[in-house]
């Protein structure tokens, strides 16, 4: 068990640029969630894979927002056209895909927008 | 009205203390977790309960399925225990929704 691998840790970019987050989850966890966190708040679901299957996208996860798992390991999160409300930390959770197991987080990547 | 609502919000205590955070649901659950936020953003998962009674060394997690409730109190607290507590609750589809965290700080 090596844990949740995000990167990057740290991404600044200016507004209206493309950014595009990896996360490498323990293995053979194949339930995969990505949450968004502002500052000062809880985590808000954006979307979950069952394998490679993108099973539920949040209405906070806008067209400008895309999420893959191609071979059912990693996943990446692409955000186009970056805005300033897109700043904050960007969490991945991995679980068995059992009924109820508990959720394992990667340490995030923090996105900040100029 | 979120549908996961913790108290307090913040909450300073004495090394030593017995510290009780709160979390309230709106919601059917199949799960309630309570997790462990460290400044700079890892979260790590302490409990995972939907019924009854959990302890994992200090730490003590219930939960009251017909009342929609759930604590978690910290026996004997500790400086390095100072952290943001969120209460997370699973439907179904076992995605998380999370309250906004108790900031604790256990001061020595």
């Known amino acids: 068990d090596t844990g949740v691998s995000q990167d990057p840790r740290h991404k600044i970019t200016k507004r209206g640029q493309n950014v595009t987050f990896r996360c490498d989850p323990i293995?053979?966890?194949?339930?995969l969630y990505w949450y968004r966190q502002t500052l000062g708040q809880g985590p808000e679901f954006l979307t979950y894979?069952?394998?490679?299957?993108?099973?539920?996208k949040s209405r906070l996860l806008s067209d400008r927002f895309s999420a893959e798992r191609p071979k059912g390991s990693f996943s990446t999160l692409e955000i186009q056209r970056t805005e300033q409300g897109d700043s904050a930390m960007y969490l991945c959770?991995?679980?068995?895909?059992?009924?109820?197991?508990?959720?394992?987080f990667g340490d995030g990547t923090r996105l900040s927008i100029l | 009205k979120n549908e996961v609502e913790q108290s307090p919000q913040n909450l300073t205590a004495q090394e030593g203390e017995f510290i009780t955070i709160n979390c309230s649901y709106s919601?059917?659950?199949?799960?309630l977790h309570w997790l462990q936020q460290h400044p700079g953003g890892g979260i790590v998962s302490l409990f995972m309960?939907?019924?009854g009674k959990k302890k994992h060394g200090r730490l003590i997690a219930t939960i009251n399925i017909q009342e929609k409730h759930s604590s978690l109190h910290i026996t004997a607290s500790h400086p390095r225990d100072s952290a943001v507590y969120i209460c997370?609750?699973?439907?179904?589809?076992?995605?998380?929704?999370f309250g906004k965290g108790t900031l604790l700080t256990v001061n020595p």
């Open positions: 959770a991995c679980s068995r895909g059992l009924s109820n197991q508990p959720q394992h």
């Open positions: 293995s053979e966890h194949n339930r």
């Open positions: 894979f069952q394998n490679e299957a993108q099973l539920e």
């Open positions: 919601v059917g659950i199949s799960a």
């Open positions: 309960l939907s019924s």
């Open positions: 997370a609750v699973g439907g179904s589809n076992y995605k998380l929704t």
